[in-house]
């Protein structure tokens, strides 16, 4: 299934409504490289530097290209923390251990990226997306969406196999998991770490040992 406003597979594009569009297809190349330097811009310069003028000169892409690949501005922003996100924080595969296992890691590792200017972007991008629409849903559609169920559906076969042992719906479990991350995260509450990250998962999903 393709990403609204990423290139797919087949070279071609979706639109912001996840329709393909017509027209000639995205170069794979130009793409990433608006998406390299629109993070990159996010993470050194600050949000309110990252205007599209200095996306097309940092990327050496025309405005025009950008214009007509994204429907916005926040849009842009939120497919390039997504295309770091899949390298950084890649979604576990399911010969990579018990469903268990995978969420401590991937929880220990979103606690690890949290520390660094991974958390600091993602926490500009929604405030961006609240500020200039009113809500974070753009960034649900865009970018969390599809990490959540596919987290979700993991813990789901965790329960379905009996390897984890919490009863209540999975999309409570990863809410509880990643939500509290997030929260400590926001307010500072207490320092997170890979090691709490791990614990953290095992207090919700209650592994089967």
């Not at 200095?54 to 429907?71: D, E």
């Not at 042992?165 to 320092?191: C, H, K, N, T």
Request: with cysteine; glycine share 8%; aromatic share 8%.
């Amino acid at each position: 299934m393709g990403r609204p406003g990423v290139v797919m597979a087949n070279g071609g594009d979706e639109g912001a409504d996840g329709a393909p569009r017509r027209g000639r297809p995205r170069s794979i190349e130009t793409t990433n490289a608006i998406l390299q330097s629109a993070y990159a811009l996010m993470a050194t310069t600050g949000l309110a530097a990252t205007t599209i003028d200095a996306i097309a000169r940092h990327s050496s892409v025309s405005k025009m290209t950008i214009y007509k690949w994204w429907p916005s501005r926040e849009a842009l922003l939120i497919d390039a923390f997504l295309h770091h996100a899949a390298q950084m924080l890649p979604l576990p595969h399911a010969s990579s251990g018990s469903p268990a296992a995978r969420a401590r890691r991937h929880a220990a590792a979103y606690a690890e990226a949290l520390q660094g200017e991974f958390g600091k972007v993602q926490l500009a991008v929604i405030s961006e997306c609240i500020s200039k629409t009113g809500s974070a849903e753009l960034f649900y559609a865009r970018y969390l969406q599809f990490r959540r169920d596919a987290l979700i559906e993991m813990i789901a076969a965790g329960q379905n196999d009996g390897s984890i042992l919490a009863e209540a719906p999975p999309q409570d479990l990863y809410d509880a998991i990643y939500g509290s991350l997030f929260y400590r995260y926001v307010f500072g509450i207490a320092p997170i770490t890979p090691a709490y990250a791990r614990t953290l998962v095992d207090l919700v999903l209650r592994p089967k040992s």
